[in-house]
């Protein structure tokens, strides 16, 4: 995983693994060389000869064998008989040489395994545009996400700014770029390029951060589209206030489905079945196309619910419904999934 600053972008792991543990069995490698190597000299220690007090004991040995292992050789401690200087020339020039190799290939593998990633990330970062940012990826997030992958948004077209390395693991191991950061600062919405995005989805658990990230979002992109979730009605105006384009109220809705259910849990279901897309009937808005123009809503052969026009939603049934160019609607139309049934436009 890359990482950029204090607030890093978390790209989406790749094969092979990770190479921290690729370096920690090499480390292991070159500690097995330097505990070998230590024995041998250990075993032959009479053929060895310390330059202070003639002798090498245990402690000598291993300086003895960090030292020549790391090819520095003070010459302090030396091999003195034929049979010593054999097994230094056959065994242990060898085991120097493959230490050296470990030791550059660890550092060579690290670097090129960041080099690895700062390239992706850069690439990231030249490619994306028109993206949609997920502020948060708990329950609300999750959803929202999946929902955009249901209506075919590619994986890459998604970033999450999440606070909590749980959500940061669950949403990179779900192939998402996510920013480790909280989404009230401004640092990790410019790391999610938001000023580059076509959407921000705020699914935060509180209230108020929801309004303070909705603010800091519109400072960075005055006109990119904010779609906002709170849990209690009285902050939905505070939350419009700040920039949110549209503001749904989490609880409220939940408290109406409640409600509603006790005489009529049919239209409950109906209800859940608009919201859930991919089967059964889906809520879709699309252009009014030129043939449809100056028609009435309930003249086209979908079932429309309203129309919008420059901002402002129209009834199926307002006498100002009229389509012009420009208008889009919003209809109910069969899932794709649903074979027969029409197609998502």
Sequence with gaps: MAHDRAIGVVLPSRPPGNP??????????????????WLVVLLERQDYSDSRDGEVSVIDALYYTTVTLTTTGYGDITPVTPQARLVNALFVTPMRLLFVFVLVGTTLLALTERSRQQFRLVRWRSRLNDHVVVLGYGTKGRNA???????????????????????????????????????????????????RAKAVIVALDRDDASVLATLTVRRLAPHVTVVAAVRESENAELLAQSGATSVIVSSET?????????????TVCVVEDLLSFGHGLDLVERDVRADEVGQ?????????????RAARRLRYDDPAAVLQPGDRIVYVQA?????????VR
């Design 20 to 37: 921290v543990v690729a370096i920690a069995q090499r480390f292991g490698f070159a500690l097995a060389l330097v505990l070998v190597n």
């Design 145 to 195: 996400v999946r929902a955009l992958l249901l209506k075919g948004l590619p994986r890459e077209g998604i970033v999450v700014v999440e606070a909590d390395s749980r959500g940061v693991a669950e949403a990179t191991a779900a192939g998402l770029v996510t920013v480790a950061g909280s989404a009230t600062r401004q640092e990790a919405l410019e790391d999610a390029l938001v000023a």
């Design 254 to 266: 939940a408290g109406r489905l409640l409600g509603l259910a006790t005489d009529s849990p049919d």
């Design 296 to 308: 009435a809503p309930r003249e086209l052969p979908v079932p429309v619910l309203a129309v919008v």
């Design 335 to 343: 899932s794709a999934e649903e074979p027969g049934r029409g197609t």
